[in-house]
């Protein structure tokens, strides 16, 4: 039987400020002028990240 491996996913950036301006960060690089950086799609960039197993570009960005 093959374990499938656990995924936590993000719902609130108010208690981590660290987390949140890496995302903006992340964001405004990747999508430059089309960048939303509202918490509820941060959110979802970081669990897209996170299902896709690409969370080292986040913590990559300067």
């Known amino acids: ?9 993000i719902n609130d ?5 660290k987390l949140r301006k890496k995302l903006v960060n992340y964001c405004l690089l990747m ?4 960048a939303i950086i509202q918490d509820d799609y941060l959110i ?3 669990n897209w990240l996170s299902k896709n ?7 990559n960005v300067k």
């Open 1 to 9: 039987m093959k374990k499938m491996k656990k995924t936590i996913e």
């Open 13 to 17: 950036l108010k208690k981590n400020q």
């Open 31 to 34: 999508y430059e002028q089309n």
């Open 44 to 46: 979802m960039e970081y």
């Open 53 to 59: 197993n690409k969370l080292e570009d986040l913590f």
